[in-house]
């Protein structure tokens, strides 16, 4: 009995894939026919990036943000490497007994014995 009442999900959910994937496949129809009945030099609905460059002017400009997008990706990917290894380094495991020294205590209390 039970596996009379599982077919009926299943047949459901069958249906239910078959209609998020026309979804999809008629959204990408439109935002693709939308992309090519665009004219140059227009901007479009969901247009990503620049216009089409004019002048020699905004070729630099371009260019330039072309240069920043990948300069900005490389640092932030540096960051997660120097984030990643320190996550893996000091966690509980590979550290079970910290130190309870800190830098931090010690030139604090320095700061306060100058101020007294």
Not at 39 to 58: K, R
Request: net charge neutral.
């Amino acid at each position: 009995m039970a596996e009379i009442r599982n077919q009926g999900a299943t047949t459901t959910m069958l249906g239910f894939k078959r209609l998020i994937a026309l979804a999809g496949a008629i959204s990408c129809f439109v935002t693709g026919f939308a992309a090519f009945a665009a004219e140059p030099g227009h901007p479009t609905d969901w247009q990503l990036g620049f216009q089409t460059a004019v002048t020699p002017v905004m070729d630099d400009i371009e260019w330039f943000h072309s240069y920043l997008v990948f300069l900005i990706t490389a640092i932030a990917g540096f960051v997660l490497v120097l984030l990643l290894i320190v996550m893996i380094r000091f966690n509980a495991r590979s550290n079970p007994t910290p130190s309870g020294s800190c830098a931090a205590t010690v030139s604090a209390a320095s700061g306060i014995a100058r101020l007294t």
